[in-house]
């Protein structure tokens, strides 16, 4: 299973099944993973930099990103 976030600029991947709770997503940009909200993923509160800046310390690769070109569709969600 997945969940992927995405805008125009970034596309966000969620693995649970690799996921390790090291917390440094939450830690990181807690605007942007919030564990109390649904979704917990809100890519819309910061830039892509940031985020993927973020993503990159994920230790297990549950989190990982896209980028996207502008024309892609806005706040999309898919589970998988």
């Known amino acids: 299973m997945k969940r992927v976030y995405k805008n125009n600029k ?3 991947i969620w693995q ?3 996921c390790i709770h090291s917390t440094n997503c939450i830690r990181g940009l807690p605007q942007v993973f919030d564990i109390d ?3 917990w993923v ?5 830039d892509a930099e ?4 973020v993503i990159d310390t994920c230790p297990s690769g549950a989190l990982s990103y896209d980028i996207l070109d502008r024309s892609e569709s806005d706040n999309e969600q ?3």
Not at 42 to 46: G, R, S
């Open 16 to 18: 649970p099944n690799k």
């Open 50 to 53: 940031e985020i993927m800046r």
């Open 78 to 80: 898919d589970d998988d």
């Open 10 to 12: 970034i596309k966000v």
């Open 37 to 39: 909200r649904t979704p």
């Open 42 to 46: 809100d890519i819309n509160v910061a």
